[in-house]
């Protein structure tokens, strides 16, 4: 039996920052989530789009709009999209008219660079929910999978919350 490829595009958010230590500060880098899916032996097949590298803060329409374009023009049924979580479900709002897809996104609440990173786990969410999911758009974190228009973030608890 074939498995449908998975579309995986990268936006950037925590869980590809990287700690510069001259500069004291995070910011995002080379995105990591190829190199994660490697090491953790996918073997369902897949393409990585590093879309762009931004903090979800970051994100303007114009960003969201062609996060769109990218996912509505590719061949894949089923995408995953690593992002930011502070404004993760203003993007998947974005998302939520496009049919015959089932859209996953994901993020991290600590770098993917991270030993105690919560990141691979929340991509083997993504990438075993947007398989099993019915078409349209949900958010995995932390165990979870949410309806992504029925959700926030509880950014006092650090965990996403069924809206």
């Known amino acids: 039996m074939s498995h449908p490829p998975i579309l995986v595009v990268t936006t950037g958010g925590t869980i590809d920052k990287q700690y510069f230590d001259a500069l004291s500060e995070y910011?995002?880098?080379e995105s990591v989530i190829e190199k994660l899916l490697k090491v953790s032996r996918v073997?369902?097949?897949f393409r990585v789009v590093e879309l762009m590298r931004k903090d979800s803060l970051e994100l303007s329409d114009e960003d969201r709009a062609l996060i769109r374009a990218t996912i509505a023009a590719a061949p894949e049924?089923?995408?995953v999209v690593t992002h930011g979580t502070d404004t993760m479900t203003d993007t998947a709002k974005m998302l939520a008219d496009i049919e015959g897809k089932t859209i996953v996104l994901t993020g991290a609440l600590a770098?993917?660079?991270?030993a105690e990173s919560d990141a691979p786990f929340n991509l083997g969410m993504?990438?075993?929910c947007c398989q099993a999911a019915k078409p349209g758009v949900w958010i995995t974190m932390n165990g979870s999978v949410f309806d992504a228009l029925k959700v926030r973030?509880?950014?006092?608890?650090?965990?996403?919350t069924q809206a």
């Not at 973030?153 to 996403?160: I, N, S, T």
């Open 27 to 29: 910011q995002i880098a």
């Open 43 to 45: 073997t369902h097949p």
């Open 77 to 79: 049924t089923h995408v």
């Open 111 to 114: 770098p993917a660079r991270f």
């Open 126 to 128: 993504a990438i075993a």
């Open 153 to 160: 973030k509880d950014r006092a608890a650090g965990k996403f």
